[in-house]
Nanobody, 121 residues
Framework: QVQLAESGGGLVQAGGSLRLSCAAS????????MGWYCQAPGKQRELVAD???????NYADAVKGRFTISRDNAKNTVYLQMNSLKPEDTAVYYC???????????????WGQGTQVTVSS
């Protein structure tokens, strides 16, 4: 069974930094694209950033220049370094990974349980 375990959320003042981590564990063949999404109260879940297994990255316009996504393929782990945090970054952040369970099957999307990030003004 595949699990995505997130860590690193919390409460921080505006202008501060946080680093989120998400590790994929279980039995699978490969981890392809990984990413972070956020969902604020009353809003839909939306992409923050994603990264391919080759290291190509994509960011939401709102976080460009402030957030950096990276991954360690050997550890099946993705990170999100969040700098210059703003109150509007407050949300639950979810890790996502496209994982190939077996060579016979295509990739499936998995989600972490979410971690709360709260930025106070």
């Amino acid at each position: 069974q595949v699990q995505l375990a997130e860590s690193g959320g919390g409460l921080v003042q505006a202008g501060g930094s946080l680093r989120l981590s998400c590790a994929a564990s279980g039995s699978f063949f490969s981890v392809n694209e990984m990413g972070w999404y956020c969902q604020a109260p009353g809003k839909q879940r939306e992409l923050v950033a994603d990264i391919t297994s080759g290291g190509s990255t994509n960011y939401a316009d709102a976080v460009k220049g402030r957030f950096t996504i990276s991954r360690d393929n050997a550890k099946n782990t993705v990170y999100l370094q969040m700098n210059s945090l703003k109150p509007e970054d407050t949300a639950v952040y979810y890790c996502m990974a496209h994982i190939k369970i077996h060579t016979y099957y295509g990739t499936q999307r998995f989600w972490g349980q979410g971690t709360q990030v709260t930025v106070s003004s």
